[in-house]
């Protein structure tokens, strides 16, 4: 499952780098980019946001939401 995340508050390389790192911790396969500030990841199931959420907030301010589901 592919699903687009909308990542709020992340404005630099440094902020990249931090989401980058945070959401790799809940699984390997993300893609991260700051113009426009997304994520992409790809797991065999569904990542509950919360964690996401939480894995994040470890980081920083940053707050993230699904935008869209791009393959199951």
Known sequence: MTTRYKISKMT??????NVTSALQTVTEN???TLNPSEAII???QKIPI???QEALS???AYQIEEIEVLSK
Not at 12 to 17: D, Q
């Open 58 to 60: 470890l980081k920083g």
């Open 50 to 52: 919360a964690v996401l």
């Open 42 to 44: 790809t797991s065999e």
């Open 12 to 17: 630099c390389g440094g902020c990249l780098a």
């Open 30 to 32: 993300v893609t991260v």
